[in-house]
């Protein structure tokens, strides 16, 4: 589905669950809308960031190169890493212990790979993506997924998970939406 120009007061669902209408980006954004564009952010971080795959660099540093490829792809929205407020509140989930501090910087609370949104408390918050190198097995991204995807204060719109091969054959294992 072509994207089509719309101004919308603000993000509503409309009859069609896979179709999000967003003002925010000025258009019908569908879960195909969101597959082209992410796919041409990937095509571009496996061309100009090649080194990064082959040399096994950290998760952290490939998501902040896929992040600058996907405002690209997005230029009415704010793309983020490691982005966890909410307007002034830092972002929480029921998925997590009751332990886990919330300044921690081991990526173990509530610190999404990348978002899509606009910031601030209104939003909206279009995508959420949670990546994973397959040399890196610790960790529920696909948990975390669904827990950012149902909370009723962060309302993700989308929710992505992404494996990435390293190594001598670098590229995208898996892409799954949730």
Partial sequence: MKAVEEPYPQSVAT????????????????????????????QKLE????????????????THRLAMYLQEEFPGMDVDCEYNRVDFEVKRLDFYPANTKTDDTDARTVFPDIIVHKRGAKGPNLLVLEAKKTTNKSGDDLGKLKAYKSNPHLKYDFAIFLQLRTGPEPGVERLEFI
């Fill in 47 to 62: 061309h100009r960031d090649h080194y990064l795959f082959v040399h096994d660099l950290n998760e952290r540093t490939i």
């Fill in 15 to 42: 009859s069609n669950p896979e179709l999000i209408l967003s003002s925010s980006v000025g258009c019908r954004m569908d879960k195909e809308e969101i597959s082209r564009r992410l796919a041409r952010a990937l």
